[in-house]
């Protein structure tokens, strides 16, 4: 796999989009084995602890490629630029590098999203499905019952990161936990999934149209 693609994998953790697609890699340098990233981000404002996960993360995706020999990653024109690469080159985790700051677990910070972005692909692969026959048993619906599109698909990736089944007779319905939703509670739940959805999205466009106003050579696309 190479550097840019590997890269794919990491996920802006707000927005739930890779930081490929939002134009958040400035460039990418391969020199052998010797792999240097800068960064970018929409404004120089961006919550730290959000632009330090995706810098770290995409050390690791590309520290983990089986023929990379060093990997710097950077952050540029972010107000804490020189704190998050200081913490990145010296491998000092999150706690290192902000210290009495780090007052939350990135863990957790990585887990809130994670539910975040399973509640909006739940919505949208639903929405998918309703399209087709509007009158659905909603608490019935299985994986199985899915459409496959990409929605669908992206729906698996999230129960998996959240370590929910994904066998085909597995109800779509479920809390964080796995446990079904109950009859009563679906208009409600389906309601503030697709709030979480459309925030996700609005968030999204905003920070398109604030990169490219940022850094009008960008190539990022700006949905109308």
């Not at 957790?108 to 087709?132: G, P």
Request: negative net charge; charged residues 30%.
């Amino acid at each position: 796999m190479d550097a840019y693609a590997a890269l794919d994998a990491v996920l802006d953790p707000e927005l739930d989009e890779p930081i490929t697609d939002l134009g958040f890699v400035k460039s990418l340098d391969v020199d052998d084995g010797r792999v240097t990233v800068h960064l970018r981000l929409p404004t120089s404002f961006c919550a730290p602890n959000f632009a330090y996960l995706m810098a770290s993360d995409a050390k690791d995706v590309l520290t983990a490629l089986p023929w990379t020999t060093e990997v710097v990653v950077e952050l540029d024109d972010h107000h804490d630029s020189d704190l998050i690469n200081a913490g990145l080159a010296a491998d000092a985790g999150y706690r290192g590098t902000f210290g009495h700051e780090a007052d939350e677990d990135l863990e957790e910070l990585r887990e809130t999203f994670r539910r975040k972005a399973h509640q909006a692909a739940v919505e949208r692969a639903l929405s998918v499905l309703l399209r087709a026959d509007e009158h659905v048993d909603l608490p019935g619906v299985t994986l199985a019952d899915l459409p496959d599109v990409p929605a669908s698909q992206a729906l698996l990736r999230r129960r998996e990161a959240l370590g929910l089944p994904s066998e085909p007779t597995s109800p779509v319905l479920v809390g964080h936990d796995g446990t079904p939703f109950p009859r009563e509670e679906i208009p409600l739940r389906l309601r503030f999934a697709r709030s979480v959805r459309i925030s996700i999205e609005g968030n999204a466009h905003f920070c398109r149209g604030l990169l490219r106003t940022r850094y009008p050579e960008s190539t990022v696309e700006v949905p109308a």
